[in-house]
């Protein structure tokens, strides 16, 4: 039981460059969840999907885009990559009252 | 527009000592979050509060929520090396479940 996997774990991206970073669950649950890490920082949200077909956005979506391609996965598309977007990335799902946090993918943009 | 603050940002202590973490949020929320993050590592669920008054201890943490207040305490007693971490409280935020809004987390360096 793999709960929420990540894919990759590390990237070093180019100023411009795209790139999509990979999220799926295991846990069944509807809802999943975006968020970045900046240094010094909580998370923040970038977009969420309440359930299939749906996405919203959160408190910093720009220059962030979102796929949910079925009930376990979760993408999120980096069009064209600043080094504003260095950070580390989550991936979660969420069922009453609990978050679950994946491990995380740690984004450089040089 | 709901806004956490935690403080103490820094938090050295000594093996033994007792402290606590406040974690003051600026408008009404349903759910409060603890979570403790290695450096490197995810986040680790730590406790859930849903309810004024609520109490909820593990080990040498424990947790309260004043929804009255919009204050949730994190005390940690008899510190030991091992709880050196980041520590960050979540309130509950709007449009979704899920929508937890953070803060900035307190860095705990428990020293010998």
Redesign the interface.
């Known amino acids: 039981n793999a709960g929420v996997t990540q894919t990759p774990k590390f990237q070093v991206l180019k100023t411009g460059q795209s790139m999509t970073l990979q999220c799926a669950q295991d846990m069944n649950h509807n ?1 999943m ?1 975006w968020y970045r890490q900046d240094p ?6 970038i977009y ?1 999907s ?1 359930s299939e077909g749906t996405t ?1 956005k ?1 408190e910093v979506p720009n220059g962030y885009n979102v796929s949910r391609l079925n009930k376990r996965e979760f993408s999120l598309r980096l069009e064209s990559a600043a080094p504003s977007q260095t950070s580390v990335y ?1 991936c ?3 069922t ?4 679950f ?4 993918t740690r984004l450089t943009v040089v | 527009e709901l806004k956490v603050e935690q403080n103490p940002l820094f938090l050295s202590m000594q093996e033994g000592k007792n402290y606590t973490i406040y974690c003051n949020y600026s408008t009404t929320s349903d759910r409060l979050y603890w979570y403790r993050q290695d450096p490197g590592k995810s986040l680790e669920s730590l406790f859930v509060l849903l309810s004024n008054g609520a109490v909820k201890q593990e080990g040498r943490l424990m947790a309260s929520l004043d929804t009255k207040a919009r204050l949730s305490t994190l005390h940690i007693t008899a510190a030991v090396h091992d709880l050196s971490a980041t520590y960050f409280c979540a309130a509950g935020g709007g449009g979704s479940q899920g929508n937890l809004i953070f803060g900035k987390g307190t860095k705990l360096s428990v020293k010998p």
């Open positions: 809802s969840y010094g920082m909580g998370l923040r949200l969420y309440a919203d959160g989550f979660a799902t969420f009453v009252p609990e978050a946090f994946g491990q995380g």
